[in-house]
């Protein structure tokens, strides 16, 4: 029968196909012919989209070999036109809604398939396969769209086929006399409109409403002249110069300041018009891209809700289905890319009101938690547009496929403007630096996924496509696998309960924790393992709550059932209720009450210590957290909060659970930071040592990335609570902070004094230049003793000796074959974390802020006088003669390099 989405009219049927279904067209074709009121009476005037598959690729004419030949091993499309056709059978995938707009009859189509061993479907069972597309195509010659333009033609075509936003086709149909270069610009600026002025007026912005601002007649020519100055200012045939693009901007906001009455509206033209202004660099007019990049100043979309700092840099990216943010906070940063699936359109609309803020807050919090590393923070978050599926024409892929194709839309977009390529020419470019870039998977994001990315990276000449992406599944440090990011939460954890005199050492008890985030999830999973490894039966866990369920026990759940789970990766709504306490309970997420049960765990069960450990952002707020306060006489369920997932609880919930409750929290910047510290192991392991290598030595490789994990958090626990014990008045997150801004300032005035060291014009350092100048301009460190001192702390001990055996620059220090900025970044973050953990946060911050050579020149002191405190202490320990051996060791140890700072003029 013919599927009741189809739509008859007197002179033709239209039949809406959202999604690829393997053999749909072939049938359908037969249920219209067969079909009582439609017969051979009617036109089929649009389909979109259908498929069958056919192994036999059809290579009898030299074009299709062509085309096979430039498109296979990659996502991309190519395009064609020839005289001849060729009969076939076999029809896949191609969206005829191009063709309406081209006033075009689709006489006949053709279409074969073959599977391309060289590409990677990602669809976990179907191998990948490339598409030739064959069609006789009668023009209307009254049609406002021709084909006399053939390269235009051929680009749109090639975009319309796969990777062009729907609206863009939608609009242009009702707009026929509009350009879809200039309709794809219209409908990239209101995606990014409603990111920014609906974080301030979801009400008067929402997608509906933007929607009418540019169908309106006041309003369209507006928008339409602004796109066509986006286009005409990055055209690289002709880029208009700063004075014309300024002129031009200029006479635009005259116009429709007088031509629209409607406030609303003019606040969106004026931001549509300060977005191309913004805009620094994009791949518009690159001729195989698969989504829209734009490479944005921050002064235009500004700060998000959690800290009032400017970005150093934001990427929009508007694709098919999706848009996406990736935000920054310095020139070398890295972060997470975490894919957002809202289910409904009500969901989406929320999502795409604040996608910006989500990825400025992540990306704000990352930098805080960065400061052991040489990258800053980032994070870029990818917002899905709900499931098009429906019971007539059911999703073969689901929502996983459109994932990993709008996942390889965003990488390919942003490798756009970052790598090297062979298009560079036509990227208009007014950043005038290269940018370097390092991703991290999120929610959200595959193995499949990682793999795609690199190998893309590798095919666009991304520099060291192995650093762009951590946690790869073969030559990384997966964190799961390794439970880097529980290690760390399990230091702070300890070093809280110790501090607090809550540790069964003290207490002569088992400590009771609670966590959220399930069995079968990293940090939670981890923490448990790591937990019955240290503590043994020395610690309860008295309740634990996942997506499925949660199991509380007062007396301690079972550990032994617990581990089973962990084990075997399964949730808790496995677990054998069998194994429960009297007083246990188990409840699963599949009623309302059993949600609520689940959801209000953390409140409800008394413990010595909480960690949030899984959860969404922002579960503990300003309007809830009186919730926690449920013990005896309103006293907190636990006097400790040690977040191991990211943003659990907003700082008004820290703060006012500290202040009211005198609730301890370790803030997830600190407690949670060993995972992202891995990454850039792991990225820094693809720069130095080749892929086999790195697989030789990975066992070795990682047990010391797990020490050098420990260690951090350690050095980092103790500061936070030496400085709360100073001043209890001020809580660990406050300490936190204290701790991030004061590493950030001495990072960032070490780095401004680095960069003024210049490679000459083969790229080569003179690794003998002086770093560490005095007030007197007197040098006391080449760059190649800074660079080696620093060395052997910043690497694991395992990795360094796996680089030596494959250091092609014998005579040079052995991070040389880094680049320069990343080089610049590490050496920082080593000098800047080493003054601030060892020496506090009072003396750092009594250093004048703004005199950045005094702080890079006292940075670069400490460590030429730390070696001589060690040299002294070495001489003394091999003086057997001095009686008072042990007493000058413990003068000069608590002494320190401080007061060898002091004895000297910095």
């Known amino acids: ?64 070999q062509d085309i096979y030949n430039a498109v296979k091993g990659t996502d991309g499309v190519a395009v064609k036109n020839v005289d001849s056709w060729t009969e076939d059978n076999g029809t896949r995938h191609v969206r005829f809604q191009y063709f309406g707009l081209l006033g075009a009859n689709i006489k006949k189509v053709n279409c074969t398939t073959q599977q391309d061993s060289s590409n990677v479907l990602g669809t976990g069972n179907l191998p990948a396969e490339v598409t030739l597309i064959e069609m006789e195509v009668e023009l209307n010659p009254e049609s406002a769209r021709s084909l006399e333009d053939l390269e235009v033609y051929e680009a749109e075509l090639k975009r319309a086929t796969k990777w062009m936003d729907d609206s863009v086709l939608e609009f242009a149909m009702s707009h026929p006399d509009i350009p879809i270069s200039t309709v794809e610009v219209m409908m990239m600026l209101c995606k990014l409109q409603h990111a920014r002025l609906a974080l301030n007026d979801p009400y008067a912005f929402t997608l509906s409403a933007i929607d009418q601002y540019i169908r309106q007649e006041q309003q369209l020519p507006h928008l339409t002249a602004i796109a066509e100055l986006f286009l005409d200012r990055f055209n690289p045939a002709n880029p208009l110069s700063c004075a014309d693009f300024q002129a031009r901007a200029a006479q635009l906001r005259q116009n429709f300041n007088k031509g ?177 870039l390092f991703l991290g998977p999120d929610e959200n994001i595959l193995p499949e996924d990682i793999e795609w990315i690199i190998n893309r990276a590798s095919q666009r000449n991304y520099f060291n496509p192995q650093a762009l992406m951590s946690s790869k599944p073969t030559n990384g440090i997966n964190h799961k696998e390794y439970g880097v990011t529980s290690e760390g939460v399990a230091v702070f954890l300890d070093v809280a309960l110790r501090r607090l005199k809550l540790h069964p050492d003290t207490t002569n008890r088992p400590v009771r924790i ?45 550990a032994e059932e617990l581990m089973r789970l962990v084990e075997l990766s399964l949730p808790l709504k496995d677990f054998d209720a069998s194994r429960l306490g009297p007083e246990g309970v188990l409840t699963l997420a599949n009623t309302v009450e059993g949600v609520h049960i689940r959801d209000t765990m953390h409140n409800r069960v008394q413990a010595d210590a909480f960690v949030p450990a899984g959860g969404r952002p922002a579960t503990m707020h300003a309007g809830n957290w009186r919730d926690y306060l449920s013990g005896p006489d309103g006293a907190p369920s636990s006097p400790l909060i040690v977040e191991g997932a990211n943003l659990f609880l907003t700082p008004e919930a820290r703060q006012s659970l500290f202040d009211d409750a005198a609730v301890v929290v370790v803030k997830d910047s600190s407690a949670n930071k060993c995972g992202v510290i891995t990454s850039s192991y792991e990225v820094l392991a693809a720069m130095m040592v080749p892929k086999d290598a790195f697989l030789e030595h990975k066992v070795s490789i990682v047990e010391d990335v797990l020490s050098q994990l420990r260690r951090l958090a350690a050095v980092e626990a103790k500061l936070l609570f030496n400085e709360f014990e100073k001043d209890p008045r001020l809580s660990i ?94 050496i920082a973050c080593k000098l800047a974390t080493k003054l601030v953990y ?11 802020p703004n005199d950045t050579k005094l702080l890079a020149a006292t940075a670069f002191r400490y460590l030429t006088e730390e070696e001589k405190v060690k040299r002294l202490m070495q001489q003394i320990e091999e003086s057997s003669d001095l009686s008072s051996q042990d007493e000058l060791l413990q003068f000069v140890k608590k002494a320190g390099v401080r007061a060898a700072l002091n004895m000297q003029n910095v």
Not at 34 to 54: A, E, L, M, Y
């Open 1 to 64: 029968a013919v599927p009741e989405m189809t739509i008859i009219t007197e002179d033709e049927v239209s039949v809406i196909l959202p999604y690829d279904r393997p053999g749909l067209l072939t049938t359908l074709l037969e249920s219209l012919q067969q079909h009582p009121n439609i017969g051979s009476t009617k036109r089929v005037s649009s389909i979109d989209c259908f498929s069958t598959r056919d192994e036999n690729l059809n290579q009898s004419t030299e074009c299709f």
């Open 260 to 436: 629209v009455s409607d406030e609303k509206a003019l606040q969106f033209m004026e931001s549509s018009l300060e977005a191309v202004e913004a805009t620094l660099r994009t791949n518009f007019y690159l001729p195989d891209r698969y989504a829209i990049a734009l490479r944005l100043h921050p002064s235009f979309t500004g700060h998000g809700t959690v800290g009032t700092d400017l970005p150093h840099g934001v990427f929009f990216i508007s694709g098919r289905r999706f848009k996406a943010f990736h935000v920054r906070f310095r020139d070398t940063a890295r972060g997470g890319l975490r894919v957002v699936c809202p289910r409904t359109k009500e969901a989406h609309a929320v999502e795409s009101g604040r996608i910006f803020n989500e990825a400025y807050s992540l990306a704000f919090a990352q930098q805080l938690k960065n400061k052991d590393i040489p990258e800053g923070g980032s994070k870029a978050v990818l917002l899905m547009e709900p499931n098009k599926q429906d019971g007539f024409n059911p999703d073969k892929f689901g929502s996983h496929f459109m994932v990993r194709k709008c996942v390889r839309a965003f990488t390919d977009a942003l490798l756009d403007l970052t790598s090297k390529h062979d298009e560079w020419h036509n990227v208009v470019d007014h950043l005038g630096s290269q940018e370097l």
């Open 514 to 558: 609670k966590l959220t985030g399930g069995t079968d999830g990293d940090v939670a999973g981890n923490m448990l393992r790591i937990l019955h490894r240290d503590y043994g039966s020395a610690v309860h866990v008295v309740g634990i709550s996942d997506g499925t369920g949660c199991v509380e026990d007062p007396s301690g759940i079972c």
């Open 733 to 826: 997150p406050a300490q936190s902070t204290r701790a991030s801004e004061a590493i950030t300032r001495i990072h960032d005035a070490v780095v401004s004094e680095l960069q003024n060291i210049v490679p000459d014009a083969n790229g080569e350092l003179d690794w003998e230049t002086p770093v560490c100048m005095n007030r007197h301009g007197e040098g006391r460190l080449t760059l190649a003793e800074a660079v080696t001192l620093l060395t052997r702390e910043h690497i694991p001990a395992a990795l360094q000796d796996c680089a030596e055996k494959f250091n092609e620059h014998d005579d040079k220090p052995l991070l040389a074959c880094l680049p320069w900025p990343y080089l610049q970044n590490i």
């Open 838 to 848: 060892y020496e506090g946060l009072t003396y750092v911050e009594s250093l004048p």
